[in-house]
């Protein structure tokens, strides 16, 4: 259920960010400003959170791919939660730049990945030194940080949903350069111009944040998603 205008207020979604750090083309967005801070008009708000669930929901109910991405500390394990029962990947740790626009080359290193996972849950690493096994072991690791999140995309996303389109602002353009719908949350400081379909909102606060993930991810669940869950999908690889 799409939460009411009163619970966005509650929920601190009205709030943008001070006056002289907007972008205009959010204006039409804004209903005025309290204190220097920008205030989100809130039925606007609620308009984009609908038109945005609709379109990921048609998405999930299809079986395509939606790639989440977020890098803001606090909004991590809310994403990683929502890809893992959806079913779907993500980006939480770092940005690789060209993930997608440079997809060819990332598809090579993520077979490296995935081999060299592989190696570890057969035993065939014990064919090394321990030595060289050590080092495996690392380079493991941080492919690890980089890559498990994207470990089952067999290729490009079918759509991608940026949390902050600031901070991940690389993800945005690679995805708009290739003509991926893009979705995501704009906040006040945020140019919209490249979403296919966006919630102006507070990209800031923990309770605005929760509220509208837990949104999306409960009305993409009702979509009878053709995906496994993330989690699962792992250990049966």
């Not at 609620?46 to 977020?70: A, D, N, P, S, Y």
Request: hydrophobic letters at 40%; charged letters at 30%.
């Amino acid at each position: 259920m799409i939460p009411s205008e009163k619970q966005l207020l509650e929920a601190a979604c009205h709030f943008g960010h001070r006056k002289e750090k907007w972008n205009p083309k959010m204006a039409s967005f804004l209903y005025g400003t309290r204190r220097g801070i920008h205030i989100f008009d809130l039925t606007k708000t609620r308009e984009g959170l609908e038109k945005t669930c609709r379109h990921l929901k048609k998405l999930q109910t299809e079986g395509k791919t939606i790639l989440f991405v977020t890098t803001k500390q606090h909004s991590i394990p809310m994403v990683e939660n929502m890809a893992k029962h959806l079913g779907q990947p993500m980006v939480t740790k770092k940005w690789i730049s060209g993930l997608l626009t440079n997809w060819s080359t990332l598809k090579r290193r993520l077979k490296y990945y995935l081999d060299l996972q592989r190696s570890f849950q057969t035993g065939e690493i014990e064919k090394y030194t321990k030595k060289e096994q050590t080092s495996l072991r690392k380079k493991l690791a941080k492919l690890d940080i980089a890559l498990a999140g994207v470990s089952k995309m067999s290729g490009l996303p079918d759509a991608v949903f940026v949390v902050d389109a600031i901070r991940d602002r690389v993800a945005v353009l690679e995805a708009a350069k290739l003509k991926i719908p893009l979705f995501g949350i704009c906040d006040s400081n945020a140019d919209p111009d490249c979403f296919t379909s966006f919630i102006p909102a507070n990209d800031d606060a923990v309770k605005s944040l929760s509220l509208i993930l837990s949104t999306i991810e409960n009305e993409l669940l009702e979509a009878s998603p053709k995906k496994a869950p993330m989690d699962e999908e792992l250990v049966a690889a």
